[in-house]
């Protein structure tokens, strides 16, 4: 997918959103989505898989997103999977999260966790960053039990990385 | 050769044929002692008429002279000197003889001996000339054989440093074999010990980093996981992160 027509795909699903008037929720939904696409292989090879009829992909995003998210959201999802591109969902999502973030000043900072942050947290963190690097981040959380404990934070294509799994692998080499 | 002499021989018989029956031999022609003392009776008559009239002292010396012919006649003829005219008769014989033969056989005999010499001599330069061919194919043969064995004697010696150079790569390639083989050997032992003290830290890290993990999970619950954020955001905000 050229990256214009991924932008486009993001600043449609922002513009949903913001239609909506919930675009807080449906932009955390989203990209949640993503991120759980992500890290299923399994699942994000089924929603591009081209030999399973559109309808029946769509059905799988529809039972898996029921009861989890918004309706808008659901069929956002459904949207981009119905038009043949569920595999490049993740990447979508992500173009979506910076462009919101951008379009609010802010730049993405995805921190990977293996516990939910509270508001406070969040907040320390994005003082932490700001005077760390002096810009103005917009946390989003993604739960990744493999973090077993502490934080990755990756801000573009910098990582901030204090996980216990990064020490693990420090004393693992250590060993080695 | 062998006719002329031969013909020669012929010639010289016939020769001595017609002589031995042409010339009249000295008892033939010659006077016997009879004979000799009636020539000498008859020489007495004529001289005196009767041979009574010697009887008579005044003849006493013719007589005496008849008796001495007598005796001649008696005597023995000489048993070296022919009669003469057997020296005649023998001596033109001989000369005839001779003459024939120095006109005839002479040039036979040396033309036959010149031929025989010839010959003789013509067979010597041939032998003198087989000899001399037989020498050279001799110093030929014997140049050929040297040769040969020279030859021989050089491929010998030849087959001899190949078999050296051969030898010599035969070893020296059985070295190099040898030595990579330590080397790889050498290589092995201490790739697999490598690999083995590798994997034998993989399996202590393993082991020491399994039971540090069950050690965190066991220790990470809720409060500790908070404080542990709690703790990135301080780094983070101090710029130890």
């Known amino acids: 997918m050229p990256d214009e027509r991924l932008d486009g795909y993001a600043e449609a699903l922002l513009a949903v959103a913001a239609a909506e008037g919930r675009s807080t929720v449906i932009e955390d939904e989203l990209f949640r989505v993503g991120e759980a696409l992500r890290q299923n292989d399994e699942l994000l090879a089924a929603l591009s898989d081209s030999r399973l009829p559109i309808e029946k992909r769509q059905g799988v995003v529809e039972d ?29 999502v ?67 990385d204090g996980s216990v799994r990064r020490r693990q692998s420090q004393l693992r080499e250590n060993f080695g | 050769m062998t006719a002329t002499i031969r013909r020669a021989a012929g010639a010289f018989g016939l020769i001595g044929v017609l002589l031995a029956f042409g010339a009249v031999p000295a008892s033939a022609v010659g006077e016997t002692i009879g004979t000799c003392m009636f020539d000498e009776l008859l020489e007495v008559e004529e001289e005196f008429g009767k041979l009574k009239e010697l009887k008579k002292p005044e003849h006493k010396e013719d007589l005496l002279a008849l008796e001495e012919d007598w005796e001649k006649c008696v005597e023995a003829p000489s048993p070296i000197l022919p009669e003469p005219d057997e020296i005649i008769w023998g001596g033109a014989a001989f000369l005839i003889l001779f003459g024939f033969m120095w006109w005839k056989g002479f040039p036979a005999v040396q033309r036959a001996m010149q031929a025989r010499s010839e010959k003789i001599a013509a067979d010597l330069d041939a032998a003198e000339q087989a000899k001399t061919e037989a020498a050279s194919v001799l110093a030929d043969h014997e140049a050929r054989l040297a040769g040969a064995k020279a030859e021989a004697a050089q491929i010998v010696e030849d087959a001899r440093a190949q078999a050296d150079l051969v030898a010599e790569e035969i070893q020296a390639r059985a070295n190099e074999e040898v030595a990579q083989m330590r080397a790889r050997a050498a290589a092995d032992i201490e790739s697999a010990r490598s690999q083995a003290v590798s994997d034998l830290r993989g399996v202590v890290a393993d082991i020491a980093v399994g039971a540090a993990e069950r050690v965190i999970k066991s220790n990470l619950d809720v409060d500790t996981q908070r404080a542990l954020v709690d703790a990135y955001i301080d780094e983070v905000a101090d710029g130890n992160a």
């Open chain 1, 94 to 160: 992500d173009a979506m999260a910076a462009r919101g973030a951008a379009d609010r000043d802010r730049v993405l900072a995805k921190v990977r966790s293996a516990i939910e942050l509270t508001e406070d947290q969040k907040t320390r963190l994005a003082q932490a960053i700001k005077s760390s690097t002096g810009a103005d981040v917009e946390i989003r959380v993604i739960i990744d039990e493999s973090v077993l404990g502490g934080l990755v934070t990756e801000i573009g294509d910098d990582v901030i």
């Open chain 1, 64 to 92: 898996l997103l029921g009861e989890k998210a918004s309706a808008v959201t659901t069929a956002l999802v459904s949207m981009v999977v119905g038009t043949g591109h569920g595999g490049r969902l993740p990447e979508i």
